[in-house]
């Protein structure tokens, strides 16, 4: 397990210093997204049991729009796949909408944010989803950048269930990549 987290962040360490260098530019170049531009973000993730016999798989994908050069909005959608062996293959979703505040320091574009939306699927309790998000943005050039987000959900049935759940959240982690457009 350490190893295999040792090797992704390494990866993801590369990434930007390889695009960096064919691409050419300057570090004055401008980079990052202004005032209307889209966003795309592409993340997965997946375990597997020491004998592959049991595994999880998840994506997630978001797309928003700068309503402001440091305001991000959007609906992000998560996907997760079980396959356990000796019974049924279960998924289940979330979608959320949220909202970002994108500090600009340069190639490095730190956000906080907030989420609100549903998870439902097969084997999961159907309900509401909220929290906060923290996440840090690395353009790699103009456009595109790879990314590190962890989101605090709790759930809740309704509103009046909702403030004794927050203490009871879980953390979700990404590592992804993104483009504006």
Not at 50 to 67: E, I, M, P, Q, R
């Amino acid at each position: 397990m350490r190893s295999t987290i040792i090797a992704l962040t390494a990866a993801a360490l590369a990434v930007p210093a390889a695009a960096f260098a064919q691409s050419g530019t300057t570090a004055d170049t401008a980079r990052g997204p202004v005032i209307g531009d889209w966003e795309f973000t592409l993340s997965g993730s997946g375990t597997a049991n020491n004998d592959f016999d049991d595994h999880t798989l998840g994506a997630s994908g978001s797309v928003g729009k700068y309503l402001h050069q440091n305001v991000l909005v959007g609906v992000r959608q998560s996907i997760n796949f079980n396959d356990v062996e000796g019974s049924d293959d279960v998924y289940s979703g979330s979608t959320r909408g949220f909202a970002d505040y994108v500090f600009d320091f340069g190639n490095w574009r730190p956000y906080v944010g907030l989420n609100l939306g549903g998870i439902y699927g097969e084997g999961v309790n159907e309900t509401f989803a909220a929290g906060g998000q923290v996440g840090v943005k690395y353009y790699a050039d103009q456009r595109t950048f790879i990314f590190a987000q962890t989101e605090y959900q709790f759930t809740f049935d309704d509103l009046s269930d909702a403030d004794n759940s927050s203490n009871d959240g879980q953390f979700s982690h990404a590592i992804g990549i993104g483009m504006n457009f």
